[in-house]
């Protein structure tokens, strides 16, 4: 169990980050795009993580091997780490972007870009 609090406690505080990150990028927008905007980070953190669950981690870290709570908690901080560098990304092309596109982009960075880049830096 090693690291497993301190992986855990940075897996919640960038939990965290993510509602702080669609306020600000919906104060950035039009009115009559903040529903949409605040939509869209939704809808980007739900695909990145899932993209992320089924395929990423895979191409990152390779099977789970062993259920020990630190390859959990690993697992977890990647997961919301993945999600929040595609929101991130996202908001830079807030109001132009058509939903399909974005869908398209942050299943591409979320299981094959990231996870790539993540092997190279923290992969055996």
Request: charged letters at 10%; proline letters at 2%; aromatic letters at 14%.
């Amino acid at each position: 169990m090693e690291y497993v609090v301190d992986t855990l406690f940075a897996f919640v505080l960038i939990i965290l980050m993510v509602p702080v990150f669609a306020m600000l990028e919906a104060g950035l927008v039009h009115t009559k795009n903040v529903t949409a905007v605040l939509m869209m980070n939704t809808m980007i953190y739900l695909v990145a993580s899932l993209a992320f669950l089924l395929m990423g981690y895979h191409i990152a870290f390779g099977d789970f091997g062993s259920d020990s709570m630190s390859k959990w908690a690993a697992f977890l901080f990647q997961m919301a780490f993945v999600g929040k560098v595609v929101n991130i990304m996202s908001g830079g092309i807030s109001e132009r972007a058509k939903v399909v596109l974005m869908v398209f982009f942050t299943i591409v960075m979320s299981a094959i870009i990231y996870p790539i880049v993540v092997n190279l830096s923290w992969g055996k």
